[in-house]
């Protein structure tokens, strides 16, 4: 591989700032500086970026589909294209594969398809289990026919028919089963997160769950005699705390609230998007239910939304419109928490050794061009 240079670029590296910078690399990075600590060297494409900005590579650990496809459906070839596409389309240089509450055979199909498209393409790095061991009350999009109680041995079936994939697991603390899950979860680097949970503080308090999926939705709710799942992710400052960040799922007054309460360390940012992402309007499917998505929204026939069709791009740009939040925040949000998080090392940032998984943005944070392990991909016109 050609090994390339970006040069008199404003640097976002994940930790630092860097006014007028160069990134030499290939598919990773080889250095990171100031101008005037660069050097040339024969046989490198030496690129101009002046006025542009270089940030990590967004990561999403949150995502059904898009395109057209879905994790569920456990095809291979299709998984690969989607992520191809989310790669070039908005950015996405490390991908959580989700799947959703369906039957034992669909999820281990799906487990097998993520497997095999991950063997092909290095950019799907894990599987989040968004169920089905949730809460029915607040199932949300997921078919309740297919909720289970908390069984470790069906999770390590799963997690092996993936390769070890599963990085992240939605479930419900309250269930009387919970405990052993956990263990199992932590004893296998598997992050366990309360979601579409009717969960107390004085349950959660007990629990070992460590990350929220989508906050505010299908959870039990802030009450003032009650802080529910939203008040205990809140109030519990080490928690991270997943964000959908369309301006629907989430009103932005209660998003500036999260942002305030949370801090820009412990806030991800997640598209929890489906097929219809980056589709026509009109009817879709989720987990074999009809879907229909309409004004960038994606909703069930009863009006509960299922899912979205953000693009990861609109999320970043958004946490910067309805927050407080500045570039470097944004730029926590949506990569460097997540790496942390999941010990993705190589990721997360611009910073000698680390995979050169990197986004050029314009002054107004618009997603231009993309390099993921060092191979370029440039944005479709809007």
């Known amino acids: 591989m050609t090994v390339k240079v970006l040069k008199h670029a404003t640097i976002y590296t994940g930790d630092d700032i860097i006014d007028d910078g160069f990134v030499r690399f290939d598919d990773k990075i080889l250095a990171v500086g100031a101008m005037e600590d660069f050097k040339n060297y024969p046989g490198d494409e030496v690129i101009l970026a002046t006025g542009k900005t270089i940030i990590p590579g967004f990561i999403d650990v949150h995502s059904h589909g898009g395109y057209g496809f879905d994790a569920m459906d456990g095809n291979a070839d299709e998984i690969d294209a989607m992520v191809q596409k989310m790669t070039k389309n908005e950015g996405i240089t490390t991908y959580f594969a989700t799947t959703m509450t369906q039957s034992n055979a669909n999820i281990e199909k799906a487990m097998r398809g993520v497997k095999t498209a991950a063997d092909r393409n290095p950019v799907i790095k894990g599987v989040h289990l968004e169920g089905p061991f949730i809460s029915a009350k607040f199932k949300g999009a997921q078919p309740e026919q297919y909720i289970k109680d908390p069984d470790p041995e069906l999770l390590d079936h799963w997690n092996e028919l993936a390769g070890g994939l599963v990085k992240l697991i939605t479930y419900a603390p309250e269930d009387d089963h919970a405990k052993e899950f956990e263990d199992y979860c932590l004893a296998h680097n598997i992050v366990p997160a309360v979601g579409h949970s009717n969960a107390t503080r004085e349950q959660l308090l007990t629990s070992k769950a460590s990350h929220a999926t989508h906050l505010y939705n299908a959870q039990r709710e802030f009450k003032h005699r009650e802080p529910g799942v939203t008040g205990h992710v809140m109030l519990e400052n080490n ?114 050794g680390k995979d050169a998984d990197m986004n050029i ?21 809007d």
């Open 239 to 352: 928690m991270y705390a997943e964000l959908i960040m369309d301006g629907f799922h989430i009103v932005p007054d209660m998003l500036e609230l999260a942002f305030d309460q949370k801090g820009p360390e412990r806030i991800e940012l997640v598209t929890d998007s489906m097929r219809s992402k980056g589709m026509p309007e009109g009817e879709s499917e989720l987990g074999g239910q009809k879907v229909f998505v309409k004004d960038k929204q994606a909703r069930l026939a009863d009006g509960t939304l299922a899912g979205s069709v953000l693009e990861f791009p609109d999320a970043f740009k958004n946490a910067m419109k309805f927050t407080e939040a500045d570039l470097y925040d944004a730029v926590l949000m949506s990569s460097v928490n997540q790496a942390n998080e999941f010990g993705l090392t190589s990721k997360g940032g611009i910073a000698v």
């Open 361 to 381: 943005i314009d002054n107004a944070a618009n997603l231009l061009e993309t390099y993921s392990y060092g191979r370029h991909f440039v944005r479709d016109a």
